[in-house]
């Protein structure tokens, strides 16, 4: 079975590629080893939020100071600005209304209530414009028996910044046979049953009795999964109504991951959901073939291959108790050799097994044996370089490169 | 410390892969509809370590899982939480109804039902007949019961077609299945066309028990293992003495023998496994492998809509159908999102689960209503059924299709050898 180009991994990378090549009217099939990093999403992305411990505030001056080897090098520096308004684009055609650009950060808030510098946002989501709160008060909505999250903490942290906080319980009968599932009184879960219209109007409802219109009503992201139900939930209440993340699975993360894989599938896109890469046929410093766990002897076959496969979490990466490894083709990894020098001793520190990964060449050739694969590229969080939770550029870097190896591709042709 | 350290997973199902993500019950076609299902993470693997420690955890709910897998396809550890169901189910077993013993022996009732076909489909489809179900058996009055053939499959290919197989150079063996033999024939003829068109001799097997799959939804797993066993036996003599690889026209009978014989009912296959396979798959690889050619009917027009079915999503060959259908010059291809029918075999049958079953459908009911095709193309019978039923469009198999688009003479010329 042959395609121009065959991804592996269906992540925000993977995606980001695909859509890009089919735009461009190449034939492209995604293989992805089942739901994907998106699902842990809060709903922003991340171009840059953090060099040498210092908070940014403008990504693009500061992407000067960035290490050598960090994939934003590979890309380009000068044209780091023009492919992330290529990828708000991208993801304003799959759907997705974001606000933020790469020239300014803007300030999200995390489901713990701290903020952290972020390029896009979703719609709907509460931001601010610095890391210092303009707020004076805030209407923390809690639901009764939702157990995706830790208001405490939210209540907390907002306090810390000087925020009034004021917590306004609610119950809806909506949600009361929800409940009796404990377990299950879950974002994703809540946000089905409030695709209902009459479910929502009468969780409006309740919202209504315990705020006044001149609130400020921050209230977990519960609904609003494929639907229009956060914008639904604005027009009823009287208050002024922001969003905040939950704990994962997130809904605007589920959001974006479902409307990137329904918009490549709408381009023509192939998405193999549920099939892993196994092997692949490296000969002459080319990829010829590539075999899956389901299709088995039926290769696939393609011009360029691109792997997306994602960090430790998704096994695009994988320790073991002697090495590191890329356990599909066997490509070279960047990691220390020594086991002992993988981690730090303190959790929050720069942690050297987080900037471990596939090692690339200046264009973003996969390396075996130290020789770059012509037709291999590597992408996103399965490549070496940078340490997204301390670096904030996770998803930056997922759809910089993505962009950039999808230009490659299609300029090769 | 122990003298050797384990480095890599053990337990069955991937059970101890689990990451508690919980990616897999946003994909739960029945947690979406119902909060009295747990779904597949409080089902499956959270539900398994109780369970480990004291049976007495087993929890009722499982029964309304649909087995469909979808959550297995959603979750990024590989971990096969569908399997893990069903082994709890078939380890907590409970007398089945008779309702259920009816609905799954399909053998049984269609060797009744097609040798009084016309009584019997006029019987199961007027309305006194539907009230007396619903309330004594509780299989839900609102079904359309698939109507019976008054020839069955086996019977018209010994009759009309078993005589001139022998004659040709290349020879497959067609597990049909209880659908095709008791229900549908015409899919049984129209595979017959295909194959010998392409130079393919199709022969029935030793011995075809049904493959068991609503035996195990119905808790009859010791009679599915006792089925499974004699189709391994009939397989494995088609293929190790005649060299005839197993074809079959049914998505969920081939998923059952391929891969819950082994993972559920404990069934060794591993000899058998990579010899079955969907004759849509069979078919697009000998084409892929320029081994057999195709010519068209240059008068051929079919606007198509194409439905993956679970188990069809499951195995992943969802591709080797729509990649099939696409080479038909004349065929105008949609292909709708994946997503569950809500039948479920006899699940959506029962009186209990009618209204969670047709809420499950309704996102793909309306899919094909705005899609708009003169056909719904799907690998699955029991698909065929509720999309029939709930959208009044009609459904064929992508074999049927290309039977009727194939010009069959010309093909036969092209693969003459
Ligand atoms: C998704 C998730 C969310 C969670 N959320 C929370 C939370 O919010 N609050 C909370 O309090 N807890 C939470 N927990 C639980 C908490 O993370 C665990 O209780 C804790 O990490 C357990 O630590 P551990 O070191 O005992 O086990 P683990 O962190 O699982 O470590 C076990 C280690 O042992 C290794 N190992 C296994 N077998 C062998 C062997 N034979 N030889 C050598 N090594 C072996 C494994 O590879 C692994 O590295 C969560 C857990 C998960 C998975
Ligand atoms: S098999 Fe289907 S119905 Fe059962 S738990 Fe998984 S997703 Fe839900
Ligand atoms: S079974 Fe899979 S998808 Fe479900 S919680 Fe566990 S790891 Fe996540």
Redesign the interface.
């Known amino acids: 079975?042959k395609f121009d180009t065959i991804i592996i991994g269906g992540g925000l990378s993977g995606l980001t590629c695909g859509i890009a090549l089919s735009q461009k009217g190449q034939r492209v099939a995604i293989v992805a080893?089942?739901?994907?990093?998106l699902?842990?999403n809060a709903g922003s992305m991340e171009l840059l939020g953090n060099v040498d411990g210092e908070e940014i505030a403008h990504p693009v001056e500061a992407a000067q100071r960035l290490q050598p080897n960090h994939p934003y090098r590979k890309v380009g520096i000068d044209h780091l600005e023009e492919l992330a308004q290529e990828a708000k684009t991208l993801l304003d055609k799959a759907g997705l209304t974001m606000s933020g650009n790469a020239k300014e950060n803007h300030w999200r808030i995390t489901p713990i209530g701290v903020t952290k510098p972020a390029w896009l946002t979703l719609e709907g989501l509460a931001t601010v414009a610095s890391s210092q709160l303009p707020w004076k008060a805030v209407t923390l909505v809690e639901l009764e028996g939702f157990i995706d999250s830790p208001l405490q903490f939210v209540e907390t942290n907002l306090a810390a910044q000087g925020v009034q906080v004021k917590v306004a319980r609610i119950a809806p009968a909506v949600l009361t046979?929800?409940r009796?599932?404990a377990?299950?009184m879950?974002a994703?879960?809540l946000a089905?049953?409030l695709r209902n219209h009459q479910a929502l109007a009468s969780l409006a409802a309740e919202i209504n009795q315990v705020t006044t219109a001149d609130e400020l009503v921050l209230m977990p992201m519960f609904l609003g999964l494929d639907d229009d139900a956060l914008a639904a939930l604005q027009a009823q209440v009287k208050p002024r109504l922001a969003f905040l993340p939950t704990l994962?699975?997130m809904v605007p993360g589920?959001r974006i991951a479902t409307a990137l894989q329904?918009y490549f599938?709408m381009l023509g896109g192939?998405y193999?959901?549920?099939?892993?890469v196994v092997d692949g046929l490296i000969e002459d410093n080319t990829m010829r073939h590539i075999t899956?766990?389901?299709?088995?002897?039926?290769l696939l076959k393609a011009d360029n291959f691109v792997l997306a496969t994602g960090s430790f979490m998704?096994g695009g990466v994988v320790a073991?108790?002697t090495r590191i490894y890329e356990p599909v083709f066997g490509l070279d990894v960047e990691a220390p050799a020594n086991r002992a020098d993988w981690t730090l001793a303190e959790v929050m520190d720069d942690q050297p097994y987080m900037s471990c990964g596939v090692a690339t060449d200046d264009t973003l050739h996969a390396l075996k044996e130290g020789k770059a694969v012509k037709n291999l590229f590597a992408i996103g969080s399965v490549l070496s370089g940078h340490n997204a939770a301390v670096q904030g550029d996770g998803e930056g870097v997922d759809m910089l490169t993505a962009l950039a190896v999808a230009h490659r591709i299609t300029n090769r042709q | 410390m122990a003298a050797t350290t384990q480095t890599t997973f053990a337990s069955a199902n991937n059970f101890e892969q689990c990451l508690k993500c919980s990616i897999c019950t946003v994909y739960c076609p029945v947690a979406a509809v119902t909060t009295a299902y747990p779904g597949p993470k409080q089902a499956g693997p959270d539900g398994e370590r109780y369970r480990l420690k004291d049976p007495k955890f087993y929890d009722e709910a499982l029964k309304l899982c649909l087995n469909c897998k979808r959550c297995e396809v959603a979750c990024p550890s590989e971990v096969r939480i569908g399997d893990i169901i069903q082994r709890a189910r078939m380890q907590h077993p409970q007398r089945p109804k008779l309702r259920d013993v009816l609905l799954a022996n399909t053998d049984v009732m269609g060797t009744m039902a097609t040798s009084m076909a016309p009584v019997v489909n006029l019987t199961l489809g007027m309305k006194p007949v539907k009230a007396v179900m619903n309330a004594t058996l509780g299989i839900d009055k609102h079904r359309t019961f698939p109507a019976y053939a008054s020839q069955k499959f086996e019977t018209w290919y010994r009759r009309h077609a078993a005589q001139t197989q022998e004659s040709f150079s290349k020879h497959v063996s067609y597990f049909h299945g209880c659908y095709v033999n008791y229900n549908y024939p015409q899919l049984g003829k129209d595979l017959v066309t295909v194959m010998n068109a392409l130079g393919y001799g199709v022969h029935l097997l030793e011995k075809e028990k049904c493959c068991g799959v609503a035996l195990m939804a119905n808790g009859m797993h010791e009679q599915a293992k006792r089925q499974g066993e004699t189709n391994m036996q009939s397989m494995r003599k088609s293929i190790n003495e005649l060299k005839r690889p197993i074809i079959t026209t049914s998505s969920t009978c081939t998923f059952t023998m391929r891969d819950e014989y082994d993972h559920v009912l404990g069934i060794d296959n591993r000899d058998v496994r990579d010899h079955l396979s969907l004759a849509a798959r069979f078919i697009y690889q000998l084409i892929d492998n320029g081994e057999v050619k195709l010519a068209f009917d240059p008068n051929f027009k079919m606007r198509v809509a194409y439905h993956t079915a679970c188990h069809m999503q499951r195995m992943g060959w969802a591709i080797f159908s729509t990649q099939l259908l696409r080479m038909i010059p004349g065929l105008e291809l949609i292909e709708l999102e994946s997503q569950c029918c809500g039948i479920a075999g006899t699940y959506g049958f029962k009186k209990e689960n009618y209204e969670n079953s047709q809420a499950i459908g309704a996102g793909l009911f309306q899919a094909i209503k705005e899609a708009d095709p003169q056909y719904v193309a799907t690998d699955c019978e029991t698909c065929k059924w509720q999309i029939e039923m709930s959208t009044g469009v009609p459904v064929l198999n992508p074999i049927s299709i290309l039977a009727q688009a194939l010009d069959v003479e010309k093909t036969k010329q092209l693969n003459q050898n």
């Not at chain 1, 899956?292 to 039926?298: R, S, Y």
């Open positions: 079975m080893g089942g739901q994907n990093s699902h842990f046979q929800a009796r599932s377990s299950e879950r994703t879960s089905k049953i994962p699975p589920v329904h599938k192939t193999l959901l549920g099939d892993k899956t766990a389901k299709l088995q002897d039926v998704s073991d108790f």
